[in-house]
């Protein structure tokens, strides 16, 4: 079955340590990809998205994404981590043309001042 | 500026009581989506619909309904509320085409005793 996996729940970690959160899919030919994140007590917002183009994404947060289209992956990065980017992390998949969205479970991110 | 909300924000009801949680866009957009979010499961797709009149069953639609009568609402409607239907629900809405880019509401957190 299709599916987006993303491993290791739950990661906690200590201010200034890096981040990776990896993201995995099953879907064949071309996909839009998305990292929502989910502060406490908020709803889901768009981190880094995925069209075409430079394989890898930034933010003005220092968050970074690469799509590595061999690994069908598309893993999150943040070199050094702040206390205020505690929340939950989902990995999405738009197989493209379909207008819906696949999610991933989350990954849960503690991060300890 | 154009946002999602949802109503009520927390609902508390009984086995086997009808809920309605209302969804309103005024993105203006013709996609529009229903999730509910269970630890361990991350986001699953309950029901989504592409325009007025256009509805579809999403992977956990049982016993969940919705109906679209314009573009700015797309209510959920819990036809007989189960204790496994205490969630938080989301809904989402996107503008179409190819990107896949949704925009989510701030969510709904409903207990079913």
């Known amino acids: 079955a299709q599916s987006v996996s993303q491993h290791n729940h739950h990661v906690i970690l200590s201010e200034a340590a890096s981040l990776e959160l990896g993201c995995n899919y099953s879907?064949?030919?071309?996909?839009?990809l998305f990292w929502y994140v989910q502060y406490p007590g908020q709803h889901l917002q768009l981190l880094l998205k995925?069209?075409?183009?430079?394989?890898l994404v930034k933010d003005i947060k220092g968050f970074e994404a690469e799509f590595i289209k061999s690994k069908f992956s598309f893993n999150l990065r943040k070199p050094s981590v702040q206390w205020s980017d505690t929340a939950e992390y989902f990995c999405?998949?738009?197989?493209?043309?379909?207008?819906?969205?696949?999610f991933g479970k989350g990954n849960q991110v503690v991060v300890i001042p | 500026d154009a946002e999602i909300t949802q109503s009520p924000r927390h609902k508390i009801t009984e086995t086997g009581r009808q809920v309605t949680l209302a969804c309103h866009q005024t993105?203006?957009?013709?996609?529009m989506f229903w999730y509910r979010q269970d630890l361990g499961h991350g986001l699953r797709l309950i029901h989504y619909?592409?325009?007025?009149?256009?509805?579809n069953k999403g992977e956990v639609s049982d016993g969940y309904s919705v109906s679209r009568s314009n573009t700015e609402d797309l209510p959920l409607t819990l036809e007989s509320a189960a204790s496994s239907q205490t969630s938080v629900y989301f809904c989402?809405?996107?503008?179409?085409?190819?990107?896949?880019?949704?925009?989510f509401g701030p969510g709904t957190r409903l207990t079913v005793l």
């Open positions: 993105w203006n957009h013709n996609n």
């Open positions: 619909s592409y325009g007025v009149q256009d509805t």
């Open positions: 999405a998949v738009n197989p493209y043309g379909n207008n819906r969205l696949a």
């Open positions: 995925y069209f075409s183009g430079d394989p």
């Open positions: 879907y064949g030919g071309t996909v839009n």
């Open positions: 989402a809405s996107s503008e179409g085409g190819v990107i896949g880019e949704q925009f």
